[in-house]
C-alpha cells in the first residue's frame, strides 16, 4: 500500500506563483510515474502534467510553459512549480501515482489551488 501526502495549495493572485509536492511513502515502493491533475468546480479531473520514470513529462496545453514538473527520486517526490498563475488554474489538484509491482494506482487527498483575478 502507498500513502501520499500532499502539500502547497493556497490562494494567490493572478500572475503569481505556488509550488505543490506529493511524497509517496510505503513498503518497497516502485514507481512508473508521477502525476498531477485537477478539478474545477462543475468540470471533470483532468490531467495537467505528468513525470515518467525515465524523466520524460507531458503537460497539458494550458500550462505548457508556465508549470514545471519534477521529481526527486530518492524521497519519492514529485514537485510541481506553478508560475503566472491564472485564474482558470483554480480548483483542486490531486497527485497520482502509478507503481510497477504491482501495477496500480494511488491518489492523494487533494490541496486546493484558488487563484484571484
Known amino acids: 500500500q502507498v500513502q501520499l501526502a500532499e502539500s502547497g495549495g493556497g490562494l494567490v493572485q493572478a500572475g503569481g506563483s505556488l509550488r505543490l509536492s506529493c511524497s509517496a511513502s510505503?513498503?518497497?515502493?516502485?514507481?512508473?510515474?508521477m502525476g498531477w491533475y485537477r478539478q474545477a468546480p462543475g468540470k471533470q479531473r483532468e490531467l495537467v502534467a505528468q513525470?515518467?520514470?525515465?524523466?520524460?513529462?507531458y503537460y497539458s496545453a494550458s500550462v505548457k510553459g508556465r508549470f514545471t514538473i519534477s521529481r526527486d527520486n530518492a524521497k519519492n517526490t514529485v514537485h510541481l512549480q506553478m508560475n503566472s498563475l491564472k485564474p482558470e488554474d483554480t480548483g483542486v489538484y490531486y497527485c497520482?501515482?502509478?507503481?510497477?509491482?504491482?501495477?496500480?494506482?494511488?491518489w492523494g487527498q487533494g490541496t486546493q489551488v484558488t487563484v484571484s483575478s
Open positions: 513525470i515518467n520514470s525515465g524523466d520524460s513529462t
Open positions: 497520482r501515482v502509478l507503481t510497477i509491482t504491482p501495477p496500480d494506482e494511488f
Open positions: 510505503g513498503s518497497n515502493i516502485r514507481i512508473r510515474a
